[in-house]
């Protein structure tokens, strides 16, 4: 595998395949931060998950984040004016690793893995970077050789993506959110909360219904299948607490850093399932591409049709995960599970 690929996906944790920019948008509405005495001009505080305090004057007005965190805090209610990271594809339309995010209400600043206008940034005047982390300590998508450059101009949050709970990582989400003045009790963030915990009933229903459903999530490139490595993936995890039945590797590959068993595609029949859920994102290798694989074709989901998307770069969000689990429950539904033993 090229060198960047395997940065990319030791970095993400999440199969990222090829590492490698619209108006300016408005703040959140004002309204009582958690993280702040009151809005407005009073001091403003956050400890981050790098255990960094960020201390301003005033709460920030002019955040700019990472896709990813752009999604999630959009759907909290927080308005970013700019994004770095996947948002734009090739034809124009939203990436979906931006989620809901107005790609036409926002600055960019950078599309793909390396790309960040530091000058761009630091034109906007931001108060603050937001950014997830898969790696400890190191911002999602902001460039090694930037990062001394973009801390001069703003301070920055990060939110730690790995080794985490979902339900606590969509919570920190929550709580920047609020902090960032959006309103926690605002009607479509209470009913996401809702569409969430109903779609993990719904889940657990399932689960509970159709022990012997098996279920794997892998990503691929041309050299090599990736097995997910359940503890390492908090939305697999947070499904097999719910009850399905995973299929993954005792233990990761040493070499890939966790989060995946790398398999040649000679080997790729090593695990079975009834049920394979394939990396959605435009990076990936395509299903079609995956069935030229011999071992791969033969095994019996791919035989059955039985292959839907995991959306791997899923935004953390109550309605971004309630949106996902409503799809796999529709999914397996429909899956036979008695294809392997």
Not at 96 to 108: F, R, T
Not at 191 to 205: V, Y
Not at 249 to 263: D, H, M, Q, R, Y
């Amino acid at each position: 595998m090229a060198a960047v690929q395997r940065r990319t996906l030791l970095a993400l944790g999440l199969a990222t395949l090829i590492g490698v920019s619209a108006c300016g948008g408005t703040a959140a509405a004002p309204a009582t931060a958690t993280a702040s005495p009151s809005a407005g001009q009073s001091a403003w505080t956050w400890t981050d998950d790098r255990g960094k305090n960020v201390s301003l004057p005033r709460r920030p007005q002019r955040v700019v984040a990472q896709s990813g965190a752009a999604a999630a805090l959009w759907d909290f209610g927080v308005r970013p004016i700019a994004v770095f990271g996947p948002h734009r594809l090739k034809d124009g339309g939203r990436d979906p690793e931006v989620g809901e995010v107005d790609i036409a209400k926002v600055e960019s600043i950078g599309n793909v893995w390396g790309e960040f206008n530091v000058e761009k940034y630091a034109s906007l005047q931001p108060d603050l970077l937001v950014a997830g982390m898969y790696q400890k300590n190191t911002l999602w998508y902001v460039p090694q050789e930037s990062a001394p450059a973009v801390d001069q101009i703003a301070p920055s949050v990060g939110v730690q993506l790995s080794g985490k709970p979902l339900v606590e990582i969509i919570e920190k989400y929550g709580q920047l959110a609020a902090a960032l003045g959006a309103d926690p009790k605002a009607a479509p963030v209470v009913e996401a909360k809702n569409r969430f915990d109903a779609a993990s009933a719904a889940l657990k229903a399932v689960a509970a219904a159709r022990p012997g459903l098996k279920v794997m999530v892998v990503t691929a490139t041309p050299d090599n299948l990736y097995v997910a490595y359940l503890p390492d993936h908090p939305d697999i995890k947070y499904w097999g607490e719910l009850g399905l039945n995973i299929v993954y590797p005792a233990k990761p590959t040493e070499s890939e850093g966790g989060f995946w068993e790398v398999l040649s595609w000679e080997n790729a029949d090593k695990y079975q399932a009834d049920v394979i859920l394939v990396d959605a994102r435009s990076q990936s290798m395509k299903i079609g591409e995956m069935a030229k694989k011999p071992t791969w074709a033969k095994l019996p989901a791919v035989k059955a049709g039985q292959l839907y998307p995991w959306h791997a770069a899923e935004r953390y969000s109550h309605l971004g995960y309630a949106k996902v689990m409503e799809e796999l429950k529709a999914n397996l539904d429909k899956a036979r599970d008695d294809l392997v033993k």
